[in-house]
């Protein structure tokens, strides 16, 4: 049995993911990022099926920089843990035929625990904690994470109850803004980089950044930044075509996925945004200028790993940032 202690913070965990209502996004990556403390993993990653494969929805320490990967789950132990619904032990991955032998050793593990995540009895997806270690996880570990595993099952069932479908879009999408969240933004980000050919249109991946959102919530409160936040996501949309993924992937930060038909599209597609944003907010009796700094790359010509690109337009948006802050002789905030 684990000890008092474990067990007391458990029910800390199990408290705040309850506190966090229906935001399942929101509820699955804090559960990864209590857990890891928790067993001594290196990593730990919530994946939901999604037809023949299982992809990251939630992942933090060593998996953080796989949010997105997509698995095939013939070939995986969260596939068996799925089919068979029932907590599976990897002690380790270069010896065990039932891993996948190349993500695991892309992301650096060498032992896992993977359980079952039930929804309406049906198991849709898996909570697994990863280490460097071999023979990292035992009974005790299985123990402590089937408590939580039924607090994310339950969660589940309460951000939507019928509709599976409706489960997909709960743990996909930004609960302020309604745009996508970003496990869904990697998700289609890695599945249209590996998918591309010679043949592809030019890709554009467009970061944003909302300006002076601090001294908006400091000087009007926090409500207030939540309706420039939300008017900010609508400029986006406004902006944006059906082909494009827009989401919302940290507080104040955007993303875009825009296919073009050529570079110049990009910098067309910024331009539009940065001429939205411009239009004065009124917000019951008060008046707001948002701005935005804006970077973005494009796939080949910048290059075609993820990491890259969005590194790329990071620094640029970055720049526009410092050169905006610079005129204006002000700290950025």
């Known amino acids: 049995m684990p000890t008092s202690k474990k067990l007391l913070e458990v029910i800390k965990i199990q408290t705040e993911l309850t506190k966090l209502g229906l935001d399942l996004g929101a509820v699955m990556q804090h559960a990864v990022e209590?857990?890891?403390p928790l067993v001594g993993a290196n990593g730990a990653v919530i994946e939901l099926a999604d037809?023949?494969?299982?992809?990251?929805?939630?992942?933090?320490?060593?998996?953080?920089?796989?949010?997105?990967?997509?698995?095939?789950?013939?070939?995986?132990?969260?596939?068996?843990?799925?089919?068979?619904?029932?907590?599976?032990?990897?002690?380790?991955?270069e010896?065990?035929?039932?891993?996948?032998?190349?993500?695991?050793?892309?992301?650096?593990?060498?032992?896992?625990?993977?359980?079952?995540?039930?929804?309406?009895?049906?198991?849709?997806?898996?909570?697994?904690?990863?280490?460097?270690?071999?023979?990292?996880?035992?009974?005790?570990?299985?123990?402590?994470?089937n408590l939580l595993t039924e607090t994310i099952a339950s969660m589940m069932f309460l951000a939507e109850r019928y509709d599976?479908?409706?489960?997909?879009?709960?743990?996909?999408?930004?609960?302020?803004?309604?745009?996508?969240?970003?496990?869904?933004?990697?998700?289609?980000?890695?599945?249209?980089?590996?998918?591309r050919n010679e043949s592809s249109r030019p890709l554009a991946i467009v970061i944003c950044d909302l300006d002076g959102l601090k001294l908006i919530n400091d000087n009007h409160g926090h409500r207030t930044g939540d309706v420039a936040i939300k008017e900010?996501?609508?400029?986006?949309?406004?902006?944006?075509?059906?082909?494009?993924?827009?989401?919302?992937?940290?507080?104040?930060?955007f993303g875009i996925i825009s296919p073009l038909k050529s570079h110049?599209?990009?910098?067309?597609?910024?331009?539009?945004?940065?001429?939205?944003?411009?239009?004065?907010?009124?917000?019951?009796?008060?008046?707001?200028?948002?701005?935005?700094?804006?970077?973005?790359?494009?796939?080949?010509?910048?290059?075609?790993?993820?990491e890259e690109l969005i590194d790329l337009a990071d620094k640029r948006m970055y720049l526009v940032k410092r050169e905006r802050y610079k005129k204006a002789k002000i700290q950025p905030r």
Do not use: W
């Open 164 to 195: 599976r479908n409706a489960l997909f879009i709960k743990a996909t999408r930004d609960c302020l803004t309604g745009l996508a969240n970003k496990a869904f933004f990697m998700d289609r980000l890695r599945t249209t980089l590996l998918t």
């Open 264 to 306: 110049e599209e990009a910098e067309e597609l910024v331009q539009r945004l940065e001429k939205e944003v411009a239009k004065p907010l009124l917000h019951e009796t008060k008046t707001m200028h948002l701005k935005a700094s804006i970077g973005y790359a494009v796939a080949p010509q910048d290059g075609s790993e993820i």
């Open 34 to 36: 209590r857990i890891l």
């Open 95 to 145: 010896t065990d035929h039932r891993v996948d032998i190349e993500a695991c050793r892309k992301i650096g593990l060498r032992s896992m625990l993977v359980l079952p995540l039930n929804h309406l009895g049906v198991t849709v997806g898996v909570l697994k904690v990863i280490s460097f270690e071999i023979n990292k996880f035992g009974e005790e570990d299985i123990f402590i994470l």
């Open 232 to 253: 900010f996501a609508s400029c986006i949309r406004r902006v944006t075509r059906e082909l494009d993924t827009a989401a919302r992937i940290g507080g104040d930060e």
């Open 51 to 93: 037809g023949d494969e299982m992809v990251y929805r939630a992942a933090s320490g060593i998996a953080s920089d796989y949010l997105g990967l997509r698995l095939k789950a013939a070939s995986s132990l969260s596939g068996l843990c799925i089919n068979s619904s029932t907590a599976l032990v990897c002690v380790d991955s």
